[in-house]
């Protein structure tokens, strides 16, 4: 074995990892140092805590509730989403024709806004395009 021992020559100790030669080897060192020890000691500890930790599942029971929810509530705020954005757009383009703005500053902050707009839509459509093969979209925080 090297003159210094690693992290990693601890953890496949705990691990088993090591051949008899290179176990009895690193017992033999831990038997001569009393700082080794104390590290094993720490790894093995942090270890078993981690052993302990419960794991998270992938998806949380479902009920019956949760799926009628789900095939309400999205229906409904798409809906009510295109409304509002329809009724908006069409007040905002009516107050918009009917302002006695210079011709110039119209056709200037249609450009902004149309530009703007398809911007917006290029990202949503590449977002939507993309979202089957995201390979990130069930992780959970």
Do not use: C, N
């Not at 074995?1 to 033999?28: N, W, Y």
């Not at 329809?86 to 009917?98: E, G, M, N």
């Amino acid at each position: 074995m090297r003159d210094q021992i690693s992290k990693d020559d601890i953890m496949r100790f705990l691990d088993g990892e090591m051949t008899p030669e290179e176990s009895g080897e690193f017992k033999a060192r831990m038997a001569e140092s009393t700082e080794l020890k104390r590290e094993v000691e720490l790894y093995r500890k942090m270890r078993e805590e981690l052993r302990e930790l419960p794991l998270r599942s992938k998806s949380r029971a479902a009920s019956a509730w949760d799926k009628v929810g789900h095939r309400l509530e999205r229906p409904v705020g798409w809906i009510f989403l295109i409304a509002g954005t329809v009724a908006w757009l069409s007040y905002s383009a009516y107050t918009f024709a009917a302002s006695s703005a210079d011709l110039f500053e119209k056709l200037s902050v249609a450009a902004i806004v149309i530009g703007s707009l398809t911007l917006l839509a290029s990202i949503i459509y590449k977002r939507l395009r993309q979202w089957p093969r995201d390979q990130y979209r069930d992780v959970e925080r």
